[in-house]
Protein backbone atom coordinates (compact mmCIF):
# COMPACT_ATOMS: atom_id res chain seq x y z
CA UNK A 1 0.00 0.00 0.00
CA UNK A 2 2.54 2.62 0.75
CA UNK A 3 3.19 2.45 -2.67
CA UNK A 4 0.47 3.30 -4.11
CA UNK A 5 0.46 6.00 -1.45
CA UNK A 6 3.85 7.44 -2.35
CA UNK A 7 2.67 7.13 -6.55
CA UNK A 8 -0.43 9.06 -5.84
CA UNK A 9 1.23 11.71 -3.33
CA UNK A 10 3.81 12.37 -5.85
CA UNK A 11 1.25 12.72 -8.71
CA UNK A 12 -0.72 14.83 -7.02
CA UNK A 13 2.12 17.27 -5.93
CA UNK A 14 3.56 17.45 -9.17
CA UNK A 15 0.42 18.42 -10.70
CA UNK A 16 -0.14 21.31 -7.93
CA UNK A 17 3.45 22.65 -8.33
CA UNK A 18 3.54 21.98 -12.40
CA UNK A 19 6.92 20.15 -12.10
CA UNK A 20 6.31 17.93 -14.79
CA UNK A 21 5.10 21.36 -16.97
CA UNK A 22 8.69 22.60 -16.11
CA UNK A 23 10.38 19.56 -17.02
CA UNK A 24 9.04 18.24 -20.35
CA UNK A 25 6.75 20.97 -21.34
CA UNK A 26 7.70 22.35 -24.78
CA UNK A 27 6.10 25.25 -23.87
CA UNK A 28 8.72 28.39 -23.55
CA UNK A 29 5.93 30.74 -22.57
CA UNK A 30 4.38 28.28 -19.74
CA UNK A 31 7.28 27.45 -18.55
CA UNK A 32 8.17 30.94 -18.47
CA UNK A 33 5.11 31.13 -16.46
CA UNK A 34 6.03 28.63 -13.90
CA UNK A 35 9.48 29.61 -13.12
CA UNK A 36 8.13 32.91 -12.32
CA UNK A 37 5.39 31.60 -9.90
CA UNK A 38 8.64 29.57 -8.03
CA UNK A 39 10.66 33.00 -7.81
CA UNK A 40 7.51 34.30 -5.87
CA UNK A 41 7.03 31.51 -3.81
CA UNK A 42 10.60 31.71 -3.02
CA UNK A 43 10.57 35.11 -2.46
CA UNK A 44 7.46 34.64 -0.02
CA UNK A 45 9.27 32.29 2.05
CA UNK A 46 12.29 34.34 2.38
CA UNK A 47 10.54 37.35 4.12
CA UNK A 48 8.29 34.76 6.00
CA UNK A 49 11.87 33.32 6.81
CA UNK A 50 13.34 36.74 7.91
CA UNK A 51 10.72 38.09 10.04
CA UNK A 52 10.65 34.73 11.91
CA UNK A 53 14.36 35.07 12.50
CA UNK A 54 14.06 38.67 13.80
CA UNK A 55 11.77 37.89 15.84
CA UNK A 56 13.45 35.46 17.45
CA UNK A 57 16.47 37.93 17.53
CA UNK A 58 14.80 40.53 19.07
CA UNK A 59 12.82 38.11 21.92
CA UNK A 60 16.52 37.22 22.53
CA UNK A 61 17.84 40.77 23.60
CA UNK A 62 14.31 41.28 25.48
CA UNK A 63 15.39 37.79 27.55
CA UNK A 64 12.16 36.60 26.85
CA UNK A 65 13.74 33.42 24.91
CA UNK A 66 11.39 30.59 26.48
CA UNK A 67 8.56 32.41 24.96
CA UNK A 68 9.95 31.67 21.28
CA UNK A 69 8.58 28.18 21.27
CA UNK A 70 5.19 28.38 22.50
CA UNK A 71 4.56 31.30 20.14
CA UNK A 72 5.90 29.97 17.02
CA UNK A 73 4.09 26.73 17.06
CA UNK A 74 0.83 27.91 18.21
CA UNK A 75 0.64 30.37 16.02
CA UNK A 76 2.13 28.25 13.13
CA UNK A 77 -1.27 25.60 14.82
CA UNK A 78 -3.61 27.99 14.26
CA UNK A 79 -2.91 29.27 10.85
CA UNK A 80 -2.87 25.92 9.56
CA UNK A 81 -6.23 25.23 11.16
CA UNK A 82 -7.71 28.34 9.58
CA UNK A 83 -6.03 27.46 6.09
CA UNK A 84 -6.80 23.52 6.09
CA UNK A 85 -10.32 24.20 7.16
CA UNK A 86 -11.69 26.08 3.85
CA UNK A 87 -10.34 23.14 1.77
CA UNK A 88 -10.06 19.56 3.37
CA UNK A 89 -13.30 18.50 2.82
CA UNK A 90 -13.28 19.18 -1.14
CA UNK A 91 -9.92 17.55 -1.10
CA UNK A 92 -10.17 14.90 1.24
CA UNK A 93 -13.97 13.87 -0.82
CA UNK A 94 -13.10 15.05 -4.07
CA UNK A 95 -15.18 13.20 -6.59
CA UNK A 96 -14.06 14.48 -9.55
CA UNK A 97 -10.53 12.30 -8.98
CA UNK A 98 -13.07 9.78 -7.55
CA UNK A 99 -13.90 8.37 -10.22
CA UNK A 100 -11.05 8.50 -11.97
CA UNK A 101 -8.87 6.70 -9.04
CA UNK A 102 -11.74 4.30 -7.78
CA UNK A 103 -11.26 2.57 -10.75
CA UNK A 104 -7.30 1.78 -10.63
CA UNK A 105 -6.18 -0.88 -8.47
CA UNK A 106 -5.74 1.32 -5.54
CA UNK A 107 -7.17 0.97 -1.92
CA UNK A 108 -9.57 3.60 -0.76
CA UNK A 109 -7.05 3.54 2.28
CA UNK A 110 -3.93 5.07 -0.49
CA UNK A 111 -6.12 7.53 -1.65
CA UNK A 112 -7.11 9.09 1.74
CA UNK A 113 -3.70 8.96 3.20
CA UNK A 114 -2.38 10.21 -0.06
CA UNK A 115 -4.57 13.30 -0.10
CA UNK A 116 -4.27 13.68 3.56
CA UNK A 117 -0.15 13.46 3.11
CA UNK A 118 -0.63 16.15 0.07
CA UNK A 119 -1.98 18.65 2.93
CA UNK A 120 0.68 17.86 5.12
CA UNK A 121 3.26 18.33 2.77
CA UNK A 122 2.21 21.53 1.73
CA UNK A 123 1.80 22.67 5.45
CA UNK A 124 5.48 21.10 6.67
CA UNK A 125 6.91 23.83 4.25
CA UNK A 126 5.54 26.70 5.89
CA UNK A 127 6.62 25.15 9.44
CA UNK A 128 9.81 24.79 8.20
CA UNK A 129 10.27 28.59 6.38
CA UNK A 130 9.14 29.53 10.08
CA UNK A 131 10.84 27.47 12.69
CA UNK A 132 14.04 26.75 11.03
CA UNK A 133 15.45 30.30 10.99
CA UNK A 134 13.62 31.00 14.66
CA UNK A 135 16.00 27.64 15.70
CA UNK A 136 18.88 28.53 14.08
CA UNK A 137 19.09 31.98 15.72
CA UNK A 138 17.55 30.67 18.52
CA UNK A 139 20.78 27.98 18.73
CA UNK A 140 23.36 31.18 17.74
CA UNK A 141 22.86 32.96 20.77
CA UNK A 142 22.21 30.07 23.26
CA UNK A 143 24.28 27.30 22.50
CA UNK A 144 21.82 24.71 23.96
CA UNK A 145 22.61 21.13 24.02
CA UNK A 146 21.79 18.38 21.35
CA UNK A 147 18.59 17.68 22.69
CA UNK A 148 17.22 21.01 22.05
CA UNK A 149 18.21 20.02 18.22
CA UNK A 150 16.53 16.54 18.22
CA UNK A 151 13.85 17.81 19.41
CA UNK A 152 12.90 20.75 17.63
CA UNK A 153 13.51 19.63 14.39
CA UNK A 154 11.26 16.54 14.72
CA UNK A 155 9.07 18.21 16.80
CA UNK A 156 8.65 20.81 13.47
CA UNK A 157 7.73 17.95 11.35
CA UNK A 158 5.01 16.69 14.39
CA UNK A 159 3.80 20.53 14.62
CA UNK A 160 1.04 20.29 11.28
CA UNK A 161 -0.73 16.81 12.71
CA UNK A 162 -3.14 17.85 15.09
CA UNK A 163 -4.11 21.26 13.62
CA UNK A 164 -4.53 19.02 9.84
CA UNK A 165 -6.54 16.40 11.76
CA UNK A 166 -9.06 19.08 13.37
CA UNK A 167 -9.54 20.87 10.65
CA UNK A 168 -10.33 17.77 8.47
CA UNK A 169 -12.70 16.71 11.12
CA UNK A 170 -14.43 19.86 11.04
CA UNK A 171 -14.31 20.10 6.83
CA UNK A 172 -14.98 15.85 6.73
CA UNK A 173 -18.13 16.74 8.72
CA UNK A 174 -20.12 20.39 7.27
CA UNK A 175 -19.07 18.39 3.47
CA UNK A 176 -20.81 15.17 5.25
CA UNK A 177 -23.89 17.88 6.62
CA UNK A 178 -24.38 19.93 3.82
CA UNK A 179 -24.13 17.01 1.28
CA UNK A 180 -27.96 16.37 1.39
CA UNK A 181 -28.98 20.08 1.65
CA UNK A 182 -30.32 21.83 -1.32
CA UNK A 183 -28.20 25.22 -0.88
CA UNK A 184 -25.13 22.96 0.46
CA UNK A 185 -22.43 25.51 -0.96
CA UNK A 186 -24.00 28.61 0.57
CA UNK A 187 -24.71 26.97 4.06
CA UNK A 188 -20.77 25.87 4.00
CA UNK A 189 -19.56 29.19 2.72
CA UNK A 190 -21.83 31.30 5.64
CA UNK A 191 -20.64 28.79 8.39
CA UNK A 192 -16.79 29.25 7.35
CA UNK A 193 -16.98 32.46 7.35
CA UNK A 194 -18.76 32.93 10.70
CA UNK A 195 -15.69 30.24 11.88
CA UNK A 196 -13.34 32.54 10.47
CA UNK A 197 -14.62 36.21 11.94
CA UNK A 198 -15.03 34.36 15.27
CA UNK A 199 -11.70 32.49 14.99
CA UNK A 200 -10.16 35.97 14.15
CA UNK A 201 -12.20 38.03 17.13
CA UNK A 202 -10.86 35.42 19.49
CA UNK A 203 -7.10 35.89 18.73
CA UNK A 204 -7.05 39.80 18.31
CA UNK A 205 -9.17 40.22 21.94
CA UNK A 206 -6.85 37.66 23.28
CA UNK A 207 -4.07 39.42 22.21
CA UNK A 208 -5.02 42.83 22.88
CA UNK A 209 -5.25 41.35 26.29
CA UNK A 210 -1.90 39.66 26.87
CA UNK A 211 -0.74 43.18 24.93
CA UNK A 212 -2.13 45.16 27.91
CA UNK A 213 -0.81 43.19 30.62
CA UNK A 214 2.44 43.01 28.94
CA UNK A 215 2.87 46.62 28.62
CA UNK A 216 1.93 47.37 32.71
CA UNK A 217 4.65 44.91 33.29
CA UNK A 218 7.56 46.22 30.92
CA UNK A 219 7.09 49.60 32.35
CA UNK A 220 7.83 48.24 35.39
CA UNK A 221 11.15 46.64 33.24
CA UNK A 222 10.05 43.03 34.64
CA UNK A 223 10.70 41.10 31.36
CA UNK A 224 10.75 37.60 33.25
CA UNK A 225 7.57 37.89 33.98
CA UNK A 226 6.56 39.17 30.68
CA UNK A 227 8.05 36.20 29.55
CA UNK A 228 5.79 33.96 32.57
CA UNK A 229 3.01 35.64 31.39
CA UNK A 230 2.55 34.98 27.81
CA UNK A 231 3.95 31.67 27.73
CA UNK A 232 1.48 30.45 30.54
CA UNK A 233 -1.13 32.60 27.86
CA UNK A 234 0.33 30.89 24.73
CA UNK A 235 -0.25 27.10 26.73
CA UNK A 236 -3.68 27.86 28.22
CA UNK A 237 -4.75 28.55 24.64
CA UNK A 238 -3.11 25.77 22.89
CA UNK A 239 -1.72 23.11 25.18
CA UNK A 240 -0.03 21.24 22.89
CA UNK A 241 2.57 24.60 22.40
CA UNK A 242 3.71 24.32 26.26
CA UNK A 243 4.17 20.52 25.56
CA UNK A 244 6.40 21.63 22.80
CA UNK A 245 8.26 24.31 24.54
CA UNK A 246 8.60 22.33 27.73
CA UNK A 247 10.46 19.99 25.79
CA UNK A 248 12.81 22.09 23.64
CA UNK A 249 13.92 24.22 26.74
CA UNK A 250 13.80 22.29 29.69
CA UNK A 251 14.72 19.08 27.61
CA UNK A 252 11.32 16.93 29.11
CA UNK A 253 11.15 13.61 27.05
CA UNK A 254 7.92 13.42 28.94
CA UNK A 255 6.80 16.64 27.52
CA UNK A 256 7.79 15.38 24.09
CA UNK A 257 6.50 11.81 24.43
CA UNK A 258 2.87 13.75 25.60
CA UNK A 259 3.91 16.53 22.23
CA UNK A 260 3.91 13.05 19.79
CA UNK A 261 1.07 11.70 21.39
CA UNK A 262 -1.16 14.10 21.11
CA UNK A 263 0.22 15.06 17.76
CA UNK A 264 0.74 11.65 15.97
CA UNK A 265 -2.56 8.87 17.73
CA UNK A 266 -5.68 11.69 16.34
CA UNK A 267 -3.87 11.39 12.89
CA UNK A 268 -4.39 8.00 13.01
CA UNK A 269 -7.34 7.63 14.13
CA UNK A 270 -8.91 10.21 11.75
CA UNK A 271 -7.32 8.42 9.00
CA UNK A 272 -8.43 5.03 9.92
CA UNK A 273 -11.69 6.20 10.26
CA UNK A 274 -12.02 7.88 7.38
CA UNK A 275 -10.75 4.91 4.80
CA UNK A 276 -13.04 3.05 6.57
CA UNK A 277 -16.24 4.97 5.22
CA UNK A 278 -14.68 6.51 2.63
CA UNK A 279 -16.36 4.82 -0.29
CA UNK A 280 -19.76 5.11 1.33
CA UNK A 281 -18.75 9.23 1.81
CA UNK A 282 -18.17 9.61 -1.80
CA UNK A 283 -20.75 7.58 -3.54
CA UNK A 284 -23.20 9.44 -0.99
CA UNK A 285 -21.74 13.00 -2.06
CA UNK A 286 -22.57 11.90 -6.05
CA UNK A 287 -25.96 10.53 -5.44
CA UNK A 288 -28.87 13.33 -6.42
CA UNK A 289 -32.04 12.64 -6.02
CA UNK A 290 -34.12 13.45 -9.28
CA UNK A 291 -37.20 14.80 -8.88
CA UNK A 292 -40.44 14.41 -11.42
CA UNK A 293 -41.76 17.97 -10.95
CA UNK A 294 -40.81 20.00 -14.32
CA UNK A 295 -43.16 21.93 -15.93
CA UNK A 296 -42.77 23.46 -19.15
CA UNK A 297 -43.16 27.54 -18.69
CA UNK A 298 -42.81 30.18 -20.46
CA UNK A 299 -39.23 30.69 -22.30
CA UNK A 300 -37.68 34.30 -21.67
CA UNK A 301 -35.26 35.88 -23.93
CA UNK A 302 -32.19 38.13 -22.40
CA UNK A 303 -29.13 39.99 -23.35
CA UNK A 304 -25.83 38.20 -24.28
CA UNK A 305 -24.42 40.35 -21.50
CA UNK A 306 -27.29 39.79 -19.19
CA UNK A 307 -27.12 35.81 -19.84
CA UNK A 308 -23.13 35.73 -19.53
CA UNK A 309 -23.68 37.49 -16.33
CA UNK A 310 -26.33 35.14 -14.66
CA UNK A 311 -24.03 32.24 -15.78
CA UNK A 312 -20.77 33.53 -13.84
CA UNK A 313 -22.74 34.02 -10.85
CA UNK A 314 -24.49 30.63 -10.64
CA UNK A 315 -20.41 29.40 -11.45
CA UNK A 316 -18.92 31.69 -8.76
CA UNK A 317 -21.59 30.57 -5.81
CA UNK A 318 -21.24 26.86 -7.41
CA UNK A 319 -17.95 27.00 -5.58
CA UNK A 320 -17.53 27.19 -1.67
CA UNK A 321 -13.95 27.47 -2.45
CA UNK A 322 -14.54 30.04 -4.40
CA UNK A 323 -16.27 32.30 -2.28
CA UNK A 324 -14.23 31.70 0.22
CA UNK A 325 -11.40 33.27 -0.74
CA UNK A 326 -12.78 35.88 -2.94
CA UNK A 327 -15.24 37.10 -0.24
CA UNK A 328 -14.14 37.12 3.23
CA UNK A 329 -11.73 39.65 2.84
CA UNK A 330 -14.80 42.22 1.82
CA UNK A 331 -16.73 41.02 4.85
CA UNK A 332 -13.53 41.37 6.82
CA UNK A 333 -13.58 44.60 5.33
CA UNK A 334 -17.04 45.69 6.93
CA UNK A 335 -16.13 44.16 10.21
CA UNK A 336 -12.89 46.52 10.66
CA UNK A 337 -15.25 49.35 9.98
CA UNK A 338 -17.58 48.47 12.36
CA UNK A 339 -14.70 48.01 14.95
CA UNK A 340 -13.40 51.29 14.28
CA UNK A 341 -16.96 52.37 14.65
CA UNK A 342 -18.05 51.08 18.08
CA UNK A 343 -14.17 50.89 19.89
CA UNK A 344 -12.37 53.69 17.58
CA UNK A 345 -9.50 54.36 15.36
CA UNK A 346 -7.28 54.72 17.76
CA UNK A 347 -8.30 51.23 19.77
CA UNK A 348 -8.33 49.15 16.51
CA UNK A 349 -5.30 50.11 16.08
CA UNK A 350 -3.53 48.89 19.06
CA UNK A 351 -5.28 45.74 18.87
CA UNK A 352 -4.04 44.95 15.63
CA UNK A 353 -0.43 46.56 16.93
CA UNK A 354 -0.58 49.07 13.44
CA UNK A 355 -0.33 52.42 15.60
CA UNK A 356 -0.80 55.12 13.30
CA UNK A 357 -1.88 53.30 9.80
CA UNK A 358 -5.58 53.88 10.34
CA UNK A 359 -5.56 57.43 10.58
CA UNK A 360 -3.55 58.32 8.45
CA UNK A 361 -3.71 55.58 5.67
CA UNK A 362 -7.61 54.09 5.72
CA UNK A 363 -8.55 54.52 2.24
CA UNK A 364 -5.58 52.71 1.11
CA UNK A 365 -5.92 50.05 3.70
CA UNK A 366 -9.38 49.64 2.35
CA UNK A 367 -7.73 49.77 -1.31
CA UNK A 368 -5.26 46.63 -0.39
CA UNK A 369 -8.42 45.08 0.96
CA UNK A 370 -10.45 45.79 -2.38
CA UNK A 371 -6.77 44.13 -4.19
CA UNK A 372 -7.28 41.01 -2.82
CA UNK A 373 -10.66 39.61 -3.06
CA UNK A 374 -10.70 39.93 -7.00
CA UNK A 375 -12.83 36.91 -8.46
CA UNK A 376 -11.39 38.02 -11.78
CA UNK A 377 -7.68 36.60 -11.39
CA UNK A 378 -9.14 33.32 -11.04
CA UNK A 379 -12.54 33.51 -13.27
CA UNK A 380 -11.05 32.22 -16.40
CA UNK A 381 -9.10 29.43 -15.15
CA UNK A 382 -12.33 27.61 -13.38
CA UNK A 383 -13.67 27.28 -16.89
CA UNK A 384 -11.62 24.25 -16.65
CA UNK A 385 -11.68 21.84 -19.66
CA UNK A 386 -15.08 23.64 -20.40
CA UNK A 387 -13.22 26.65 -22.16
CA UNK A 388 -13.53 25.88 -25.07
CA UNK A 389 -17.13 25.85 -25.39
CA UNK A 390 -17.16 29.65 -24.26
CA UNK A 391 -14.66 30.98 -26.49
CA UNK A 392 -16.31 29.04 -29.62
CA UNK A 393 -19.76 31.10 -29.13
CA UNK A 394 -20.25 34.06 -31.35
CA UNK A 395 -19.98 35.93 -28.54
CA UNK A 396 -17.10 39.05 -28.28
CA UNK A 397 -14.29 39.19 -26.32
CA UNK A 398 -15.65 42.10 -24.23
CA UNK A 399 -18.80 40.17 -23.50
CA UNK A 400 -17.44 37.30 -22.17
CA UNK A 401 -14.89 39.40 -20.35
CA UNK A 402 -17.34 42.16 -18.82
CA UNK A 403 -19.45 39.66 -17.58
CA UNK A 404 -16.45 38.48 -15.79
CA UNK A 405 -16.03 42.06 -14.14
CA UNK A 406 -19.43 42.68 -13.33
CA UNK A 407 -19.61 39.45 -11.19
CA UNK A 408 -16.27 40.78 -8.81
CA UNK A 409 -18.20 44.45 -8.75
CA UNK A 410 -21.93 42.65 -7.47
CA UNK A 411 -19.31 40.46 -4.40
CA UNK A 412 -17.78 43.62 -3.49
CA UNK A 413 -19.30 47.07 -4.26
CA UNK A 414 -22.57 45.71 -1.56
CA UNK A 415 -19.32 45.54 0.60
CA UNK A 416 -17.34 48.33 -0.11
CA UNK A 417 -20.77 51.23 0.03
CA UNK A 418 -21.31 49.79 3.56
CA UNK A 419 -17.73 50.30 4.80
CA UNK A 420 -17.50 53.72 3.39
CA UNK A 421 -21.03 54.79 5.20
CA UNK A 422 -20.27 53.21 8.58
CA UNK A 423 -16.84 54.94 8.31
CA UNK A 424 -18.06 58.44 7.39
CA UNK A 425 -20.35 58.01 10.59
CA UNK A 426 -16.84 56.27 12.86
CA UNK A 427 -13.69 58.45 11.82
CA UNK A 428 -13.75 62.74 11.91
CA UNK A 429 -11.44 63.94 8.82
CA UNK A 430 -11.75 66.80 6.08
CA UNK A 431 -13.81 66.58 3.51
CA UNK A 432 -11.55 65.35 1.30
CA UNK A 433 -10.58 62.76 3.61
CA UNK A 434 -13.83 61.72 3.25
CA UNK A 435 -13.76 61.76 -0.38
CA UNK A 436 -10.58 59.58 -0.49
CA UNK A 437 -11.99 56.53 1.65
CA UNK A 438 -14.84 56.42 -1.21
CA UNK A 439 -12.67 57.12 -4.08
CA UNK A 440 -9.37 54.91 -3.81
CA UNK A 441 -10.81 52.07 -2.52
CA UNK A 442 -13.04 51.99 -5.45
CA UNK A 443 -10.54 53.01 -7.86
CA UNK A 444 -8.30 50.13 -7.31
CA UNK A 445 -11.68 47.83 -6.99
CA UNK A 446 -11.77 48.54 -10.65
CA UNK A 447 -8.48 47.87 -11.69
CA UNK A 448 -7.78 44.74 -10.13
CA UNK A 449 -11.44 43.66 -11.46
CA UNK A 450 -9.73 44.49 -14.84
CA UNK A 451 -6.20 43.67 -13.91
CA UNK A 452 -7.28 40.11 -12.49
CA UNK A 453 -8.84 39.39 -16.22
CA UNK A 454 -5.11 40.43 -17.47
CA UNK A 455 -3.47 38.57 -15.58
CA UNK A 456 -5.43 35.18 -15.61
CA UNK A 457 -4.93 35.74 -19.59
CA UNK A 458 -1.55 35.58 -19.28
CA UNK A 459 -1.66 32.68 -16.24
CA UNK A 460 -4.09 30.50 -17.26
CA UNK A 461 -4.72 27.03 -15.54
CA UNK A 462 -7.55 24.52 -17.23
CA UNK A 463 -6.18 21.30 -16.07
CA UNK A 464 -6.76 21.09 -12.99
CA UNK A 465 -8.25 18.46 -10.94
CA UNK A 466 -9.46 20.71 -7.81
CA UNK A 467 -10.99 23.95 -7.50
CA UNK A 468 -8.76 24.70 -4.86
CA UNK A 469 -5.96 24.82 -7.18
CA UNK A 470 -6.86 27.29 -8.67
CA UNK A 471 -8.20 29.21 -6.25
CA UNK A 472 -5.60 29.14 -4.01
CA UNK A 473 -2.61 27.55 -5.54
CA UNK A 474 -2.26 29.16 -9.24
CA UNK A 475 0.38 31.53 -10.66
CA UNK A 476 -2.17 34.01 -11.46
CA UNK A 477 -3.58 34.54 -7.80
CA UNK A 478 -0.05 34.64 -6.35
CA UNK A 479 0.78 37.54 -8.62
CA UNK A 480 -2.24 39.44 -8.13
CA UNK A 481 -1.84 39.02 -4.33
CA UNK A 482 2.26 40.20 -4.87
CA UNK A 483 1.11 42.85 -7.11
CA UNK A 484 -2.19 44.08 -4.62
CA UNK A 485 0.28 44.68 -1.92
CA UNK A 486 3.26 46.41 -3.95
CA UNK A 487 0.53 49.13 -5.50
CA UNK A 488 -0.79 50.08 -2.25
CA UNK A 489 2.43 49.81 0.26
CA UNK A 490 4.25 52.49 -2.40
CA UNK A 491 1.46 55.27 -1.81
CA UNK A 492 1.81 54.08 2.05
CA UNK A 493 5.06 55.07 1.59
CA UNK A 494 4.88 58.33 -0.32
CA UNK A 495 2.48 59.42 2.16
CA UNK A 496 4.43 58.86 5.26
CA UNK A 497 7.68 60.67 3.31
CA UNK A 498 5.66 63.21 2.18
CA UNK A 499 4.66 66.41 4.42
CA UNK A 500 1.12 65.98 5.38
CA UNK A 501 0.02 69.21 3.13
CA UNK A 502 0.52 66.96 0.53
CA UNK A 503 -1.50 64.42 1.64
CA UNK A 504 -4.33 64.97 -0.36
CA UNK A 505 -1.98 66.02 -3.79
CA UNK A 506 -0.32 62.42 -3.13
CA UNK A 507 -3.63 60.57 -2.95
CA UNK A 508 -5.02 62.16 -5.77
CA UNK A 509 -2.22 61.33 -8.01
CA UNK A 510 -2.61 57.97 -7.20
CA UNK A 511 -6.61 58.23 -7.74
CA UNK A 512 -5.62 59.31 -11.58
CA UNK A 513 -2.71 57.15 -12.01
CA UNK A 514 -5.05 53.96 -10.92
CA UNK A 515 -8.15 55.24 -12.93
CA UNK A 516 -5.25 55.19 -16.04
CA UNK A 517 -3.98 52.48 -15.80
CA UNK A 518 -7.37 50.33 -16.06
CA UNK A 519 -8.65 52.12 -18.64
CA UNK A 520 -5.26 50.73 -20.20
CA UNK A 521 -5.62 47.51 -19.16
CA UNK A 522 -9.56 47.07 -20.25
CA UNK A 523 -8.87 47.84 -23.98
CA UNK A 524 -5.90 45.86 -23.93
CA UNK A 525 -7.83 42.89 -22.87
CA UNK A 526 -10.94 43.68 -25.41
CA UNK A 527 -8.78 43.22 -27.93
CA UNK A 528 -7.28 39.56 -26.86
CA UNK A 529 -8.21 36.60 -29.14
CA UNK A 530 -9.66 34.50 -26.58
CA UNK A 531 -9.18 31.28 -29.38
CA UNK A 532 -5.51 32.05 -29.10
CA UNK A 533 -5.96 31.38 -24.88
Given at each position: MW????????????????????????????????????????LLGVILGGYAGGLSYGLILLGMERVLPSYLPAVLSLLIFFFTAFKAGSILFDTVTYEMLIA???????????????MYVQNIGMCLIIMLPAASV????????LWFYFSMILGTFLMPFLPMTAACAIGALATAVSSRIKYRNMINVVLTITLTIGFLVLVTAESAALEAEGSILQNAEMLGEIAAMLEQGIGSIYFPAKWFSRAVVD???AAFAGFFTISVVPAALFVSLVQRYFKKICEALRAHKAQGNYALQELKGRSQLRALYQKEVKRYFASGIYVMNTLIGYILMVVLAVSILVAGVEEVERMLGLPGVMSRFLPLVLALVSSMGSTTVSS????????????????????????????NLTVALPCLVLTDLILMIAVKTTFLGYVWIFVIPFAYLLLFSVLGITINLKMPLFDWESEAVVVKQSGAVVVSMMTGMISTILPMVLVLVLPRRLTDVCLGAVTVLVLAVTAVLYRKNRRVDLRKI
Open positions: REVRLLTSVSLRNIWGVNQIRFSGDKKQKRRLLLLLVTYVLPVRPAAIVLSRFLNYAWFLKPGSSTISMEGKQWWLTKSLPLTTAQILDSKILV
